[in-house]
């Protein structure tokens, strides 16, 4: 038996979102659009009583491999997905619709 909080990623599409639950309460959320094939990451953020726990680099990352695993690209403007995509480079070049420069 573990201590260890229960963390995870979901996709709520209709609140156009990825959210990041610990223990079943949410905890952050990367908002997106979507255009044919296409995820447009707009914003991401994790709440205040959740910071420094690792959870928006957990978010990104599921966020990123259920786009991959749609088949879909990704335009990341949220400045934290852009960065997470930079930082973990050459990973996940190919999900971008265009190349980023850093």
Wanted: contains cysteine; negative net charge.
């Amino acid at each position: 038996m573990t201590d260890e909080p229960q963390v995870t990623v979901t996709d709520n599409p209709q609140e156009s979102r990825f959210e990041v639950t610990v223990d079943g309460t949410l905890a952050g959320f990367a908002v997106y659009e979507t255009e044919p094939g296409t995820v447009i990451f707009l914003h991401t953020e994790v709440f205040e009583a959740y910071e420094g726990r690792g959870l928006a680099g957990q978010l990104a990352k599921a966020a990123l491999g259920a786009v991959r695993e749609a088949g879909s690209k990704i335009v990341p403007l949220c400045p934290y997905i852009r960065a997470y995509v930079l930082k973990h480079a050459p990973e996940y070049d190919d999900l971008l619709r265009a190349p980023l420069s850093s």
